[in-house]
């Protein structure tokens, strides 16, 4: 059973416009939730985290939103520039608990149109 | 070299074949991870180690051996594999101490095909 789920394998967007990559989880013992993007033939990089104490976490283009009572998180990028397209995927973990399992969703593949 | 660093980055064996996947980490980090990834699956954790101790093993068969001799480099020796094996194989890192604020940082994977 997956805890992390991804529920859209892919997104085009316009150069310019807002992209939302959306992630639920089922786990309501995580508390700390990342962001990674990952290109062709790279492990994937770290964009932005959160932790449930905030609802929001901003950093330049990238905003995640954290609504605890759904159990989901969302990515806005705005604006979005073609040199995103690639596949996003989120991740949680119980970080208060002490471990360090970080539990990942099966990634979404955003395309940016020029 | 900066950052986390896997050979080879691709790898074709035999299932009779033995081989060994090898990490370093130049980050000064103290946990290191093994993770796959399949075509269209999660990535799935294998093995953590933090300070050299494994802390973490995901149910993973023994034909996948981790050894980590110092909290810079971690291996992952195969023998036997199966076909099924074929994947993309990730290392990554973080920093134990600072958990909320040290994500992983991961290697570009090597990419493993099992014939």
């Known amino acids: 059973d997956q805890q992390v789920k991804q529920n859209s394998p892919s997104l085009s967007v316009q150069e310019g416009r807002i992209s939302i990559l959306n992630c639920d989880y089922t786990n309501s013992m995580f508390d700390y939730f990342l962001w990674y993007k990952k290109y062709p033939a790279e492990g994937p990089t770290f964009l932005i985290s959160i932790s449930s104490i905030k609802d929001k976490n901003e950093d330049g283009r990238f905003t995640v939103f954290l609504n605890k009572s759904a159990k989901h998180l969302s990515l806005h990028i705005v604006p979005s520039q073609p040199g995103d397209s690639a596949v996003y995927f989120c991740?949680?973990?119980?970080?208060?608990?002490?471990?360090?399992?970080?539990?990942f969703g099966t990634g979404t593949r955003l395309k940016v149109l020029a | 070299e900066t950052g986390v660093t896997q050979t080879p980055r691709h790898l074709v064996m035999g299932m009779t074949n033995k081989k060994s996947l090898k990490c370093e980490q130049h980050l000064g980090h103290n946990a290191m991870y093994w993770y796959k990834q399949s075509a269209k699956k999660p990535l799935e954790l294998m093995f953590v180690?933090?300070?050299?101790?494994?802390?973490e093993n995901n149910s993973v068969p023994s034909r996948f051996s981790p050894e980590c001799p110092n909290s810079s480099h971690l291996f992952l020796h195969l023998h036997t594999l199966q076909p099924e094996d074929s994947a993309l194989y990730l290392c990554?890192?973080?920093?134990?101490?600072?958990?909320?604020?040290?994500?992983?940082?991961f290697g570009n994977g090597t990419r493993l095909t099992v014939t």
């Open positions: 991740a949680a973990s119980e970080g208060i608990s002490g471990t360090y399992k970080y539990i």
């Open positions: 180690y933090n300070f050299k101790e494994q802390t």
């Open positions: 990554a890192s973080s920093q134990e101490t600072d958990f909320y604020n040290s994500p992983l940082h």
